[in-house]
């Protein structure tokens, strides 16, 4: 899958208004795909579905590649959304971010308010940061490329998660971090 440097555009964020602005909270750059361009990207599509236990494949947004360079990054933040989502196929219900490159000495991804719990947590530090400063930080995945980070954004009685809130750490200097962003729908989104 190739996308041409030109096709990053500033990162984008919804606010609470359902308006589509810039912010300083999030500054990546992001290329959208769009849904089912690419036997490739649809392969991908059918596999985040079907890992789901064969969820509609419509029922996830237009993949979206974002891209963060040294100081780039997203503040802590929720991929569940707010009052109009119903009108967007309902809630996010499930996020993926896949690392697709990691050159970069930084650039995790932070649980802020999951902790690390050394007794359990120690065992995956090939893919957890385990640095002297754990405990001082949420639970940190490494940028390694192929990893995929997945979670629920809402609980099972349909509730949204807070304990979902998370960032994305800048690469560092001279660094670059490219991955997928693929969420999934209650329902089918609209393209």
């Given amino acids: 899958m190739y996308i041409r440097e030109k096709e990053f555009k500033p990162s984008l964020i919804l606010e609470p208004d359902g308006t589509i602005t810039i912010s300083k909270n999030r500054t990546s750059s992001t290329a959208f795909l769009k849904r ?3 036997p490739i990207l649809q392969c991908i599509e059918r596999r985040f579905a079907q890992f789901q236990g064969d969820v ?8 979206q590649v974002v891209k963060y360079t040294n100081d780039q990054e997203v503040v802590a933040h929720y991929d569940w959304l707010m009052p109009n989502a119903s009108e967007l196929g309902g809630e996010r219900v499930t996020t993926y971010f896949t690392y697709l490159q990691a050159n970069c000495s930084m650039g995790e991804t932070e649980f802020i308010e999951i902790p690390f719990n050394r007794s359990l947590h120690e065992r995956f530090c090939d893919i957890l940061i385990c640095d002297e400063n754990v405990t001082e930080h949420g639970l940190r995945f490494r940028p390694i490329a192929g990893n995929t980070v997945f979670w629920y954004n809402m609980d099972e009685y349909g509730q949204v998660d807070y304990w979902t809130v998370h960032a994305g750490r800048p690469p560092g200097e001279n660094g670059t971090k490219i991955g997928l962003n693929v969420w999934t729908r209650l329902e089918k989104f609209p393209v």
């Fill in 36 to 38: 089912h361009q690419t």
């Fill in 56 to 63: 509609d494949v419509d029922s996830i947004e237009p993949v």
